[in-house]
């Protein structure tokens, strides 16, 4: 690969290696200023290792990069930005209390006379920005105020507030949902088409919508590029994962057998007292997957979490295998073989500084198999890891001892559904199993799902997802609880709010 002009980024030749592992295989890149191109592979395939080497966050064991056809070391982000590059990581890096003008700016502040923050210039500034790429976010509110799509478009912000042209967004749909897919594509189209260039390691289902190209990496290695126009959906999962690929999950006829897990009448607050889940029943018979489908917002958290103990219900019950559990402990829920793949992997069901092997038997601890006298047996958890990372392929395959934030997210998610599944469970509650995979993993998790129903396991499978202006209807509704908040605070008692707006439903 010649020295072209041309290209916004050329990376030639990368290798990049994690002790005896080798992420990164002399890998090349080559990418189109003024376009949007894909890198596509598996889970723990190098993707992100790859887009860390060109912002500076690694330094690859060879290989060089060039940038509008000249060669540039880059050493850490710093000199990334220097050149123009800008990155939004897949688990954002935000103030969660500060505001999003205060984010977008914080570390390259706007200083008046004397070196005082001007926060009036600045927030000018972000909304020049904001307008000129259409990228709708309030600049006063709050990051914890606001949905996920709207803070990954303050990361973008963030970027392009410190002048990128090459814009990196790793894994940019893992956390959202179907309609903030939509508007993101929209926006990456805006950018490319203002001339800015975007690299994006993406998950299969989105790059024919947004792609004009696209390198496929599978374990290190790079298999080729491809005009996405002219691949099928199908060819690029086969390129990927390196065999077909069945996009259609196949699965015999259910056999449901007893009840295991009943509610009835169940009533759950959320954390402002409101009731979030009213009067629910349902029922999940052995053998059987029962879908729990929705819009985003509407109890599904509050349900879960009443169901494992994490919060208390107001009234109703929940009852494994006829006996209540409600309002017990979270080791009674795992006593009674109730299994849980909650939605956010790293608040939720991972220790990210804990080892593989220690995140492994997390629920088990207190197992005879892996210590004794509260001591743990360090070659019996080991051991136990290794026994899951080579049945889920979990990568690296020698990731045992590793912390698990090393780990891609995708492979995360790989360990949280192993462990869950490795125990036999009798309930197994999936939300959202398949966030953040690739088709492969996808492909694979369907297959477990089955297999665990097959097995005669009770399976509830929750899948959410936000309807077009409910990120605008929860933002209007935190800023009136707030305000609502602050007048009591004041002794003024409690206001009627002005809702709905504009006298509709």
Same mark, same amino acid.
Request: hydrophobic residues 40%; glycine residues 8%.
């Given at each position: 690969?010649?020295?072209?002009?041309?290209?916004?980024?050329?990376?030639?030749?990368?290798?990049?290696? /994690?002790?005896? /592992?080798?992420?990164?295989?002399? +890998?090349?890149?080559?990418?189109?200023?003024?376009?949007?191109?894909?890198?596509?592979?598996?889970?723990?395939?190098?993707?992100?290792?790859?887009?860390?080497?060109?912002?500076?966050?690694?330094?690859?064991?060879?290989?060089?990069?060039?940038?509008?056809?000249?060669?540039?070391?880059?050493?850490?982000?710093?000199?990334?930005?220097?050149?123009?590059?800008?990155?939004?990581?897949?688990?954002?890096?935000? !103030?969660?209390? /500060?505001?999003?003008?205060?984010?977008?700016?914080?570390?390259?502040?706007?200083?008046?006379?004397?070196?005082?923050?001007?926060?009036?210039?600045?927030?000018?500034? +972000?909304?020049?920005?904001?307008?000129?790429?259409?990228?709708?976010?309030?600049?006063?509110?709050?990051?914890?105020?606001?949905?996920?799509?709207?803070?990954?478009?303050?990361?973008?912000?963030?970027?392009?507030?410190?002048?990128?042209?090459?814009?990196?967004?790793?894994?940019?749909?893992?956390?959202?949902?179907?309609?903030?897919?939509?508007?993101?594509?929209?926006?990456?189209?805006?950018?490319?088409?203002?001339?800015?260039?975007?690299?994006?390691?993406?998950?299969?289902?989105?790059?024919?919508?947004?792609?004009?190209?696209?390198?496929?990496?599978?374990?290190?290695?790079?298999?080729?590029?491809?005009?996405?126009?002219?691949?099928?959906?199908?060819?690029?999962?086969?390129?990927?994962?390196?065999?077909?690929?069945?996009?259609?999950?196949?699965?015999?006829?259910?056999?449901?057998?007893?009840? !295991?897990?009943?509610?009835?009448?169940?009533?759950?607050?959320?954390?402002?007292?409101?009731?979030?889940?009213?009067?629910?029943?349902?029922?999940?018979?052995?053998?059987?997957?029962?879908?729990?489908?929705?819009?985003?917002?509407?109890?599904?958290?509050?349900?879960?979490?009443?169901?494992?103990?994490?919060?208390?219900?107001?009234?109703?019950?929940?009852?494994?295998?006829?006996?209540?559990?409600?309002?017990?402990?979270?080791?009674?829920?795992?006593?009674?073989? !109730?299994?849980?793949?909650?939605?956010?992997?790293?608040? &939720? &069901?991972?220790?990210?500084?804990?080892? !593989?092997?220690?995140?492994?038997?997390?629920?088990?601890?207190?197992?005879?198999?892996?210590?004794?006298?509260?001591?743990?047996?360090?070659?019996?958890?080991?051991? /136990?890891?290794?026994?899951?990372?080579?049945?889920?392929?979990?990568?690296?395959?020698?990731?045992?001892?590793?912390?698990?934030?090393?780990?891609?997210?995708?492979?995360?998610?790989?360990?949280?559904?192993?462990?869950? +599944?490795?125990?036999?469970?009798?309930?197994?509650?999936?939300?959202?199993?398949?966030?953040?995979?690739?088709?492969?993993?996808?492909?694979?998790?369907?297959?477990?799902?089955?297999?665990?129903?097959?097995?005669?396991?009770?399976?509830?499978?929750?899948?959410? &997802?936000?309807?077009?202006?409910?990120?605008?209807? &929860?933002?209007?509704?935190?800023?009136?609880?707030?305000?609502?908040?602050?007048?009591?605070?004041?002794?003024?008692?409690?206001?009627?709010?002005?809702?709905?707006?504009?006298?509709?439903?």
């Amino acid at each position: 690969m010649e020295p072209d002009a041309s290209l916004a980024v050329q990376m030639r030749g990368i290798v990049k290696e /994690f002790g005896t /592992f080798r992420a990164l295989d002399h +890998v090349d890149l080559a990418v189109k200023r003024g376009s949007i191109h894909a890198v596509l592979g598996e889970n723990g395939a190098g993707k992100s290792t790859l887009m860390n080497v060109l912002y500076g966050l690694y330094r690859a064991e060879a290989g060089e990069i060039l940038l509008n056809g000249e060669r540039v070391e880059i050493t850490c982000p710093t000199d990334a930005i220097a050149h123009g590059i800008g990155m939004v990581h897949q688990h954002f890096m935000l !103030v969660d209390n /500060f505001t999003v003008t205060e984010n977008i700016v914080l570390g390259d502040e706007v200083c008046g006379a004397a070196g005082v923050l001007d926060m009036k210039r600045a927030r000018e500034a +972000v909304a020049r920005i904001i307008e000129t790429y259409g990228l709708e976010v309030d600049p006063d509110a709050k990051i914890e105020e606001i949905s996920v799509g709207q803070q990954q478009r303050v990361e973008i912000l963030k970027a392009l507030y410190r002048g990128a042209d090459i814009l990196i967004l790793d894994e940019p749909t893992a956390v959202l949902t179907p309609q903030e897919i939509e508007r993101l594509v929209r926006i990456m189209r805006e950018l490319a088409s203002a001339g800015k260039t975007v690299i994006i390691t993406h998950k299969l289902k989105e790059i024919k919508a947004s792609s004009d190209a696209c390198t496929i990496i599978r374990r290190g290695v790079q298999v080729g590029t491809v005009d996405v126009s002219r691949a099928s959906e199908e060819e690029l999962a086969e390129l990927m994962v390196g065999h077909h690929v069945n996009l259609v999950v196949e699965k015999a006829p259910a056999a449901p057998g007893e009840t !295991v897990l009943s509610i009835r009448d169940l009533v759950v607050e959320d954390e402002r007292g409101v009731e979030a889940v009213r009067g629910l029943s349902l029922s999940v018979r052995a053998g059987e997957i029962v879908g729990l489908a929705g819009i985003d917002g509407n109890g599904q958290c509050e349900l879960v979490e009443a169901i494992t103990c994490l919060s208390r219900a107001k009234a109703g019950t929940i009852a494994v295998h006829g006996e209540e559990i409600q309002n017990t402990s979270v080791r009674n829920v795992h006593a009674h073989k !109730v299994a849980t793949i909650h939605e956010d992997r790293q608040r &939720r &069901r991972l220790v990210l500084l804990f080892t !593989v092997a220690e995140n492994a038997i997390l629920e088990r601890y207190r197992d005879p198999a892996f210590g004794r006298r509260g001591i743990l047996d360090r070659a019996a958890m080991s051991s /136990f890891a290794e026994g899951l990372i080579e049945a889920y392929d979990i990568r690296p395959a020698d990731n045992a001892d590793k912390p698990a934030r090393a780990l891609s997210g995708g492979n995360q998610q790989k360990v949280i559904i192993a462990r869950e +599944v490795s125990g036999e469970p009798d309930v197994l509650i999936a939300v959202q199993p398949t966030r953040g995979l690739d088709v492969g993993a996808i492909e694979y998790v369907h297959r477990a799902l089955v297999a665990e129903r097959d097995r005669g396991t009770a399976i509830l499978l929750i899948s959410t &997802r936000a309807r077009r202006g409910h990120e605008r209807i &929860r933002h209007h509704r935190r800023h009136l609880q707030r305000q609502d908040h602050r007048h009591v605070q004041a002794g003024r008692g409690r206001r009627e709010p002005p809702w709905p707006p504009h006298g509709g439903r």
